[in-house]
């Protein structure tokens, strides 16, 4: 009777053994892929902005994008399987045109504002205060830089906590924020914790 008893103990901890290392195995899996990920976004980056494709210059660049990697390879995808990062680069990759497009319009409005005869009616600088809906670090991040990049508005804080001081060069600059930009970050976003 101890024998059985000893043998049912030692399966269950063979089983929790094994669970453990089965659970182990498939994060390491899933860590690996967004390194590797990270890894090639690096070279790729390495590559077109070094303009020097000879093999010291590559092999540098590999090196570089290995330490890179090695130290903060999990900073830009964060506990992202494979499905996330997939639904956020084509969600990032349908955001670009639109903000594109939302780039080149302020850059007209700017346009019409510096060449228009009451430019200094038109011009009046202030700060908008607001608290974003959203929640994940990098869609804050995303938001912020696309605030910066459209003419007419540059981000002057943003808080974890999603709080944003914007400056607008006038109030129709300032009129759409947060409005449509964040919706389209946010639904980049969605779904992921």
């Known amino acids: 009777m101890k024998v059985h008893a000893r ?3 030692i399966r269950a901890q063979a089983d929790r053994t094994a669970a453990s290392m089965d659970n182990r195995s498939r994060r390491t ?3 690996t892929f967004p390194r590797i990920l990270t890894f090639g976004i690096l070279l790729l980056l390495w590559l077109v902005l070094s303009g020097q494709y000879d093999p010291f210059h590559i092999t540098l660049g590999v090196i570089s994008c290995l330490i890179v990697t090695l130290f903060s390879g999990d900073l830009l995808f964060p506990g992202a399987g494979i499905t996330d990062l ?21 850059n007209f409005h700017i346009l019409r504002v510096v060449f228009h005869p009451k430019m200094l009616d038109l011009i009046d600088p202030q700060i908008i205060r607001f608290q974003s809906s959203l929640t994940q670090e990098l869609a804050l991040v995303i938001f ?12 002057v804080y943003v808080s974890v906590d999603g709080d944003f ?4 060069i006038d109030k129709k600059s300032a009129e759409p924020l947060p409005g449509e930009m964040e919706a389209r ?3 980049i976003f969605a779904g992921q914790s």
């Open 165 to 168: 001081q914007v400056h607008a």
């Open 185 to 187: 970050v946010g639904r």
């Open 29 to 31: 899996q899933s860590q």
């Open 144 to 155: 912020a830089n696309s605030i910066t990049l459209t003419p007419g508005t540059i981000t």
């Open 86 to 106: 997939f639904r956020l680069g084509l969600g990032i990759v349908l955001y670009i045109p639109w903000l594109i497009y939302q780039i080149l319009m302020a």
């Open 7 to 9: 043998n049912e103990s």
